[in-house]
């Protein structure tokens, strides 16, 4: 019978679900949103996991992430900040003796250094949202688009800021920007670029010449986000399709 080694990321908006087998090849994926209740959210990635023919008795499980203590069918919990560094450096890595992840959370930002595959330092945002995913959601609410629409529009815009530091403040900015006629395309790139410089402000105190830097988390998957991030941080910026699921990738590995 194979083993399989589970990584879970139940993060403040969505969970992860990793299966790795025993060559560390990935397997599976699984995404669901988090919604109200985590210890429910496990319950039903414990059903899937069960649908897909995963024996979760045969297999090492680690959870990770603001729900981890939920998942009451796994082995053991891991903090965020260790399994996030392990996905990047299975992800990212490669060559890289020296790596810095930029993850972008529904909820906080979490900047980690990696040498030679171990977390050495790391900084964390999670006191305010304005440096989140969670204010790209208001500021997209507020404009009535989607993620990858407000990305796309921020693209063709340009000459627009908001200098309020705080969601509520800036939503408030953005809603009297509309009120003047500005058009969305600069709004656009008024929210993206008020998020980056905050990221970036973050990143760059951890941030040393000839570092390989990656985006992890959600925004991974928008382009114009780490494009806008390596033209700040004046580096290039990697991310990839799986680059939101680094947690639980981690959380795999931790696993074995």
């Known amino acids: ?13 969505s969970a992860k679900t990793v299966v790795l087998d025993e060559n560390k090849n990935i397997i599976e994926r699984i995404l669901l949103p988090t919604g109200w209740s985590s210890k429910e959210t496990s319950e039903i990635i414990l059903r899937k996991l069960n649908d897909l023919n995963f024996n979760v008795g045969n297999s090492t499980i680690v959870a990770t992430g603001y729900g981890r203590v939920s998942v009451f069918f796994a082995n053991k919990a891991v903090t965020e900040i260790t399994c996030h560094g392990k996905g990047a450096d299975y992800l990212f890595g490669g060559e890289a003796a020296d790596l810095l992840v930029i993850d972008i959370g529904g909820q906080d930002t979490k900047i980690i250094q990696i040498k030679d595959g171990n977390v050495v330092d790391f900084l964390m945002n999670d006191k305010c949202s304005a440096g989140t995913g969670r204010f790209l959601e208001v500021m997209s609410n507020a404009l009535n688009l989607k993620m990858d629409e407000l990305c796309d529009m921020a693209a063709k815009g340009s000459d627009t800021h908001i200098s309020s530091l705080c969601t509520v403040f800036a939503e408030s900015e953005v809603i009297s920007l509309i009120g003047r006629g500005e058009k969305r395309e600069n709004i656009a790139f008024a929210i993206v670029d008020s998020i980056i410089k905050k990221v970036c402000q973050q990143a760059q105190k951890l941030y040393r010449p000839g570092m390989k830097v990656c985006l992890t988390g959600g925004l991974s998957e928008f382009k114009y986000i780490s494009d806008s991030l390596g033209k700040e941080l004046k580096t290039n910026v990697e991310a ?5 699921y680094a947690g639980a990738i981690g959380a795999a590995l931790m696993a074995m």
């Open 1 to 13: 019978m194979n083993k399989y080694f589970i990584g879970i990321d139940i993060g403040s908006t």
């Open 240 to 244: 990839k399709e799986d680059g939101r």
